[in-house]
Antibody
Framework: EVQLVQSGAEVKKPGESLRISCQGS????????ISWVRQMPGKGLEWMGR????????DYSPSFEGLVTISADKSINTAFLHWSSLKASDTAMYYC???????????????WGQGTLVTVSS | EIVLTQSPGTLSLSPGDRATLSCRAS???????LAWYRQNPGQAPRLLIY???NRATGIPDRFSGSGSGTDFTLTISRLEPEDFAVYFC????????FGPGTKVDIK
């Protein structure tokens, strides 16, 4: 069974750093991109960026460039999303998803991880 | 950036009813590169349709997608209890973007 399993919920203070993870199983991890998607409370879905685990090349939505870092360790089939200094406005659910690449350079997402809830509060 | 709008915002229907959801793009979506997802409360989104009309693995045939260019439709022929959820469209003809969602609730 193809699945993505994310790390558990986090409660952090503003200014702290954080790294959350997404481990893939049941498929060749290096054959598909991993994307990260944000969902703020009660809101819609926002694509943040993606990584190609085969060479760790990443690209970002302009809305998130410089605010987060996406990385991967193919030896443990895991992708990461990292913040160096959290803000209260980073409070959200974060999903990873396997992305099926197409000729356009983007793709659809399947499956999705179960989500990691990040709460940033003083 | 391609902006997606979805209508209606909320659709109130009964189990067994037919649901028709619309997704409109601000510019033409390349090669019908459009997907649909269902998100049940407290759960991650689940892929239903990709390539505008291709059902994902394990998705029942009551779900169908159509459209091209800037106008796309998701049709659910007979609503089951688990179909009362929020539906998002997503384009991948360029940098991925999602519509704001349509909530299907029980009338």
């Amino acid at each position: 069974e193809v699945q993505l399993v994310q790390s558990g919920a986090e409660v952090k203070k503003p200014g702290e750093s954080l790294r959350i993870s997404c481990q893939g199983s049941g498929y060749s991890f290096t054959s598909y991109w991993i994307s990260w998607v944000r969902q703020m409370p009660g809101k819609g879905l926002e694509w943040m960026g993606r990584i190609d685990p085969s060479d760790s090349s990443a690209d970002y939505s302009p809305s998130f460039e410089g605010l987060v870092t996406i990385s991967a360790d193919k030896s443990i089939n895991t992708a990461f999303l990292h913040w160096s200094s959290l803000k209260a406005s980073d409070t959200a659910m974060y999903y990873c998803a396997r992305e099926f690449a197409t000729s356009s350079g983007a793709g659809w997402f399947d499956p999705w991880g179960q989500g990691t809830l990040v709460t940033v509060s003083s | 950036e391609i902006v997606l709008t979805q209508s209606p915002g909320t659709l109130s229907l009964s189990p067994g009813d037919r649901a028709t959801l619309s997704c409109r793009a601000s510019q033409s979506v390349t090669s019908r590169y459009l997907a649909w997802y269902r998100q049940n409360p407290g759960q991650a989104p689940r892929l239903l349709i990709y390539g505008a009309s291709n059902r994902a693995t394990g998705i029942p045939d009551r779900f169908s997608g159509s459209g091209s260019g800037t106008d796309f439709t998701l049709t659910i022929s007979r609503l089951e209890p688990e179909d009362f959820a929020v539906y998002f469209c997503q384009q991948y003809g360029s940098s991925p973007s999602f519509g704001p969602g349509t909530k299907v609730d029980i009338k």
